[in-house]
T-cell receptor
Framework: DTAVSQTPKYLVTQMGNDKSIKCEQN?????MYWYKQDSKKFLKIMFS???????INETVPNRFSPKSPDKAHLNLHINSLELGDSAVYFC?????????????????FGPGTRLLVL | DAKTTQPPSMDCAEGRAANLPCNHS???????VYWYRQIHSQGPQYIIH???NNETNEMASLIITEDRKSSTLILPHATLRDTAVYYC???????????FGAGTILRVKS
């Protein structure tokens, strides 16, 4: 079974459209993330949710709206897509650990969604 | 989070040990050193992490200098499947996010 799964794997769409990417993890983790990898291959965090609550929002345009219906899912909805949104989007999850072991939450990544905006 | 410096690329012969260096001279006491890798077209994969002691797992060993200003990831017997971009990340004890740099492209050659 895939630990962190994303759908779709590929997404080609026109500028101005609205699209969603779904992420599911079956690891029982309580924290989920979205990262963006642009054409220059730099990976940057976009959002992080812990127990369905937003805890990190890294100056992402408000056209991007993450939604976490439950701890196992973190979906990414993008409005009014622009050419610059073309990238690979990775979902990840981790489990918060107890005090004394903080900083040791390993993040597990999904396979990525390749978004191309034409 | 402290910044890291890695060589842009390295080559390694198949079956030999691959030693990937990382400088993190501004690391502070509560920051961990993490290593991830990204094989072409896949999501990043966790390899190993450490605070100040050397660490070993089934994938690799992590050697951290006594002053913690640099570290080396060692893949003891590199295979062609280890060809990937390797990221050294320094992360705060209470920080959730991973800050990825450019990493080192490791090419394992037969």
């Amino acid at each position: 079974d895939t630990a962190v799964s994303q759908t779709p794997k590929y997404l080609v769409t026109q500028m101005g459209n609205d699209k969603s990417i779904k992420c599911e993890q079956n690891l029982g983790h309580d924290t989920m993330y979205w990262y963006k990898q642009d054409s220059k291959k730099f990976l940057k965090i976009m959002f992080s949710y812990n127990n369905k609550e937003l805890i990190i929002n890294e100056t992402v345009p408000n056209r991007f709206s993450p939604k976490s219906p439950d701890k196992a899912h973190l979906n990414l909805h993008i409005n009014s897509l622009e050419l610059g949104d073309s990238a690979v989007y990775f979902c990840a999850s981790s489990q918060a650990v107890q005090a004394g072991k903080r900083g040791q939450e390993t993040q597990y990544f999904g396979p990525g969604t390749r978004l191309l905006v034409l | 989070d402290a910044k890291t410096t890695q060589p842009p690329s390295m080559d390694c012969a198949e079956g030999r040990a691959a030693n990937l260096p990382c400088n993190h001279s501004t690391i502070s006491g509560n920051e961990y050193v993490y290593w991830y890798r990204q094989i072409h077209s896949q999501g990043p994969q966790y390899i190993i992490h450490g605070l100040k002691n050397n660490e070993t797992n089934e994938m690799a060993s992590l050697i951290i200098t006594e002053d913690r200003k640099s570290s080396t990831l060692i893949l003891p017997h590199a295979t062609l499947r280890d060809t990937a971009v390797y990221y050294c990340i320094v992360r705060r004890e209470y920080g959730n996010k991973l800050v990825f740099g450019a990493g080192t492209i490791l090419r394992v050659k037969s």
